[in-house]
């Protein structure tokens, strides 16, 4: 029986973090009983032309947002890793690091319908769980690679998660929030103040950077929209 509960990774581009983002990890930290979050920031996404704001602003808003809350951990090896972000280099690292304690991947079902495209997304299984969480307008794969991993792997019981080290898909329905990082960059291109949607530190981050503004415009003048 291991007397430790398992660690969840948060992974993300975090262009910016937003309470979508917060929310389910937290209720997810809450529900799966875990030890504690670590927000993982993507240094360079494979999935994922450019990020607009660069690594270290990405990182600097998501260190703000979790800051106050006990259980949420910055892990920045992404960001500080050269080359392409593969989740599984990710999962190798974080497995070393800790070799006998059970690791939840959380992914979104948008990001979890894409997982076949991963590098060595099926070695994934055998490095954490996965943690699923609902977004709006989503449904579960019943069919394909997925629909097949689902049955393999699937699983209803937490207690799952707690006593192997990795290995089972489990799905949670989290509280429906439809922010979306992109829609929180137009927003702010047009001016528009996200406050609500996002904790006030960031927004002062993104304030201080202008980092949404600059580059939307940019873009906008270059007729790239
Ligand atoms: P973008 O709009 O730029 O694609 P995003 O808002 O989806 O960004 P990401 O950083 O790509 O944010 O997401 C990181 C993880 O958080 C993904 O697994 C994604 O599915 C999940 N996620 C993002 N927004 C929400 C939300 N509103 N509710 C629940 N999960 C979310």
Same mark, same amino acid.
Do not use: C, M, Y
């Given at each position: 029986m291991r007397n430790m509960n398992p660690i969840g990774i948060f992974g993300g581009?975090? +262009?910016? =973090?937003h309470y979508g983002h917060l929310r389910t990890a937290f209720e997810l930290m809450q529900a799966l009983r875990l030890t504690e979050m670590r927000f993982m920031p993507a240094?360079?996404?494979?999935?994922? +032309? =450019?990020?607009?704001?660069n690594a270290e602003e990405r990182l600097a808003m998501v260190q703000a947002a979790t800051r +106050? #809350?006990?259980g949420f951990v910055v892990d920045d090896r992404e960001i500080r890793r050269e080359g392409l972000s593969y989740s599984v280099d990710t999962m190798r690292s974080l497995r070393a690091d800790f070799p006998d304690r059970s690791l939840c991947l959380i992914v979104g079902m948008d990001a979890f319908l894409g997982l076949?495209?991963?590098? /060595?997304?099926? /070695?994934l299984m055998n490095l954490a769980h996965l943690v699923v969480a609902h977004r709006p307008g989503w449904r579960a794969p019943s069919m394909g690679p997925l629909g097949e991993l689902l049955v393999d792997r699937g699983t209803g019981r937490i207690n799952d998660l707690h006593e192997a080290r990795a290995g089972c898909i489990y799905i949670h329905a989290v509280? #429906?929030? /439809? =922010?979306?990082s992109t829609e929180v960059r137009k927003l702010i291109a047009a001016g528009r103040d996200p406050r609500y949607l996002m904790p006030d530190p960031v927004r002062a981050l993104i304030e201080e950077t202008g980092c949404y503004r600059s580059a939307e415009f940019a873009r906008m003048q270059l007729g790239q929209k």
């Open positions: 581009t975090f +262009d910016p =973090i240094g360079n996404p494979p999935h994922r +032309d =450019i990020t607009v704001a +106050d #809350q006990p076949p495209k991963w590098h /060595e997304w099926r /070695e509280t #429906q929030l /439809e =922010i979306s």
